[in-house]
């Protein structure tokens, strides 16, 4: 059973940092993509960030281009997404997402596992 834990949201000021972790368990992260979606309240699920099995390609959403990196630790089963730059339109409900495929896909049908999400709230 796949198991995705993420950590890292909190409360920021426009222009600050977040780093955002996602530990899986129960499955080797090894052969499947990953992702990084953002919920906020009313909207649907959006990829904000995903990466291919092997971290050697990369898709990000234009809004976070330049500001924010994916990356991950195979050996760690570990997901990261580094945030810089925040703005208050960043804010919502980021959950990390496994897909059963190796390669990069952003589609939130895409992905197979979830995990609980962590709240990221920008205050202007």
């Known amino acids: 059973q796949v198991q995705l834990e993420e950590s890292g949201g909190g409360l920021v000021q426009a222009g600050d940092s977040l780093r955002l972790s996602c530990l899986s368990t129960g499955r080797s992260v090894s052969t499947s993509a990953l992702g990084w979606f953002r919920q906020a309240p009313g909207k649907e699920r959006e990829g904000v960030s995903c990466i291919s099995n092997s971290g050697s390609s990369t898709y990000y959403e234009d809004s976070v281009k330049g500001r924010f990196t994916i990356s991950r630790d195979n050996a760690k089963n570990t997901l990261y997404l580094q945030m810089d730059n925040l703005k208050p339109e960043d804010t919502g409900v980021y959950y990390c997402?496994?897909?059963?495929?190796?390669?990069?896909?952003?589609?939130?049908?895409?992905?197979?596992?979830w995990g609980q999400g962590t709240q990221v709230s920008v205050s202007s």
């Open positions: 997402g496994l897909r059963r495929f190796a390669g990069v896909d952003c589609a939130a049908f895409e992905y197979t596992y």
